[in-house]
C-alpha cells in the first residue's frame, strides 16, 4: 500500500442494523475493493441471549442473533472474513456439561476463518483442549504458544494468509502469559514466548516473505494494563510495526469504536476490542482505491 489513512466511525447501537447498508453506499464511490472483517471475543460459552430482566444486558446477545447478522453482512459483502480473539470457553453450563464441543460446532457452522487461545480454554487442561478440535473446522492461529513437548503440538499454527478479493491478508495469533492464570497441571509443557520479539519475526514474514497487503493480530494479551511494561494490544501497537488491526481479548474491554496508535513507525494502527459474551460484534471494512490506497471503517455491533 502506498499509504493508509483510517476513519473510525461511531453509530449508536440500536440503529446499526439499519445503519449498515448505507455505510457501504457511502464509501462504495471511492473503494475498488471492499474487505469486512468480523469479530468476538470473550464469549465465554454464551450461547443463549441473556434474560430480558438482566440487570446489564437485557434480552442481548446469542449466537443466534449473531449467526443472522453475519449472514446479513456477508450477503452485503461476500468479501468477508470472522475471527475470535479467545476465550470461547467457560462461563455457561454448556461448558460444564460438553467441555466445549459445542462452542466449536456452532463457530465452524457460523463459518469462523480462525481464532486464537485465551486462557480459559485451557480450563478443562491441554488434554481436554485437544479433545474438543476435531469439531473446530477453523484454524487456531497461536504464533507465541509452543506446544512442541504437549499433546497439542500440531493442532495451531503461528499465522495464515488469506487471499480475499485478489489481496493478501496475514493473520496471527497471540495468548498471554498462562503462569497465574491457569494452573500449571492443566496447560503443562506449554511454553509462552516473548510476544512483541514473535511479532517482530511474524510480521516481517507475512509482509516481506508473503507478500501481504494487511496485518491483523488476533491478541489475548489484554487491551492495556497500569503497568506499562506488561504486554498488552496498546505495547504491541507502538512498540512494533506493520500491523494494519489488532482483534484483541481478555479484559473484556468495550470499545466502540477502533482506537487509533501509532506504531514505531509512527504509522496508524487500529485496536479493536468488543467486550465479552457475544453481546457485540465487530466490524471494520478496509476499502482500497484504484491506486491501492486503503481506508477504514471500525464499529461495534450490539447483538
Known sequence: MKRRSFITNTMAGAGLMSLGPSLLTSCSSFSKKHITILHTNDVHSHLDPFPREHATYPDMGGVARRASLIAQIREENPHTLLFDAGDIFQGTPYFNFYGGELEFRLMSMLKYDAATLGNHDFDNGI????????????????????????????????????????????????????????????????????????????????????????????????????????????????????????????????????????????????????????????RVDFYFDRANIAESQGVSISV
Open 127 to 282: 488434554d481436554g483442549l485437544l479433545a474438543q478440535m476435531p469439531y473446530a473446522k477453523f484454524d487456531f492461529l497461536c504464533a507465541n504458544y509452543d506446544f512442541s513437548n504437549t499433546v497439542m503440538e500440531g493442532m495451531t499454527t503461528p499465522y495464515k494468509v488469506f487471499e480475499v478479493d485478489g489481496v493478501k491478508v496475514g493473520v496471527f495469533g497471540l495468548g498471554i502469559d498462562l503462569d497465574g492464570l491457569v494452573t500449571k497441571k492443566l496447560y503443562k509443557e506449554t511454553r509462552y514466548l516473548d510476544p512483541v520479539e514473535i511479532t517482530t519475526d511474524t510480521v516481517r514474514i507475512l509482509k516481506d516473505g508473503k507478500g501481504c497487503d494487511l496485518v491483523f493480530c488476533l491478541s489475548h494479551l489484554g487491551y492495556e494494563y497500569r503497568d506499562r511494561e506488561r504486554a498488552s494490544d496498546v505495547m504491541l501497537a507502538t512498540r512494533t510495526q506493520d500491523i494494519d488491526l489488532i482483534i484483541g481479548g481478555h479484559t473484556h474491554t468495550f470499545l466502540p469504536e477502533p482506537v487509533v496508535y501509532r506504531n514505531r513507525k509512527d504509522l496508524p494502527v487500529l485496536v479493536n476490542q468488543v467486550g465479552c459474551y457475544g453481546i457485540n460484534l465487530g
